[in-house]
C-alpha cells in the first residue's frame, strides 16, 4: 500500500520548467485552450488530478471531446476548432 502513495506523490511532482504564450493556432493549442477553460494547466496536470491515463478525444480531429472539472462538473466540447484567433495569445503552453 506505501508504494502506491509513494508513486502518486512522486508522478505528482511533475512541474513545468518554463511557460510561454502560443502565437499561432495548431491542434496542441487547442487541446490547451479546452484543458485551460476547465482549469487545468495541461493534459500532465489533468491526468495527476483525476487520476485518469486517457483523455476523451473526437476520432476525427483528435481534439479533447470531454473534461471533468475540479467541481465534478463536465465541459463537453466540439468536434470543430474552439479556440479563436483572439484566444490564441491567452494559452499558456507549459515546458517539461
Given amino acids: 500500500k506505501k508504494s502506491e502513495v509513494s508513486g502518486v506523490t512522486a508522478k505528482a511532482d511533475i512541474k513545468p520548467k518554463s511557460m510561454h504564450r ?10 490547451l485552450y479546452r484543458f ?3 482549469g487545468y494547466r495541461d493534459e500532465v496536470e489533468y491526468k495527476q488530478v483525476k487520476q485518469v491515463d486517457v483523455v476523451e478525444c473526437w476520432p476525427e480531429t483528435g481534439f479533447i471531446k470531454k473534461l471533468q472539472r475540479r467541481d465534478n462538473t463536465f465541459y463537453y466540447y466540439n468536434k470543430q476548432r ?3 484567433d483572439k484566444d490564441v495569445p491567452k494559452v499558456k503552453v507549459y515546458v517539461y
Fill in 82 to 84: 474552439e479556440c479563436e
Fill in 22 to 31: 502560443a502565437k499561432i493556432w495548431s491542434d496542441d493549442v487547442e487541446n
Fill in 36 to 38: 485551460q477553460q476547465a
